[in-house]
């Protein structure tokens, strides 16, 4: 809260939220293919004559885990560009097209997977994590609430 009122002070409410436009280019599309992925493998992953929700637990791991992974790997060039946006000086950038021509000209396109190696490795057991307690809670949510 701090951060914003000092933003706001400094420069105005267009400063809260500075990459606003970037956050949503880099969250809508690696959130769709993020649960897409998710839902798609449990499905390819639960045996012929099964239901998906008695899919074991290393089965929802594995679909969770390539889906965080999948996730990362659309989500991290606009997020590279998002960080590069807000954390400039001002007036450094005139927008999203001159902060990607701007990284590309200094750095080259793999600045654009700057963080890689950390993302992925962290990308894997967190969202498998993430899912396996989605799974669990709404197995527990269900038990409680059955007829909803």
């Not at 000092?6 to 809260?16: A, C, F, P, T, W």
């Not at 099964?50 to 929802?60: A, G, N, R, Y």
């Not at 890689?116 to 396996?132: D, E, M, T």
Request: hydrophobic share 45%.
């Amino acid at each position: 809260l701090d951060c914003a009122v000092r933003l706001y002070k400094e420069q105005g409410i267009r400063s809260v939220y500075k990459g606003t436009v970037l956050t949503l280019i880099r969250d809508v599309p690696s959130n769709g293919l993020y649960f897409l992925t998710y839902e798609y493998l449990k499905n390819f992953l639960t045996p012929e004559g099964q239901s998906v929700s008695q899919l074991s637990t290393p089965k929802i791991l594995l679909a969770g885990g390539v889906a965080g992974i999948l996730n990362w790997t659309i989500a991290l060039p606009p997020d590279v560009l998002k960080s590069n946006f807000q954390t400039a000086a001002d007036g450094k950038y005139r927008g999203l097209v001159d902060v990607l021509r701007t990284l590309l000209r200094e750095e080259g396109p793999k600045a654009l997977y700057k963080g890689f190696n950390a993302v992925f490795l962290r990308a894997f057991p967190a969202n498998a994590a993430c899912f396996l307690g989605f799974e669990v809670a709404l197995k527990g949510l269900n038990a409680l609430a059955p007829s909803w």
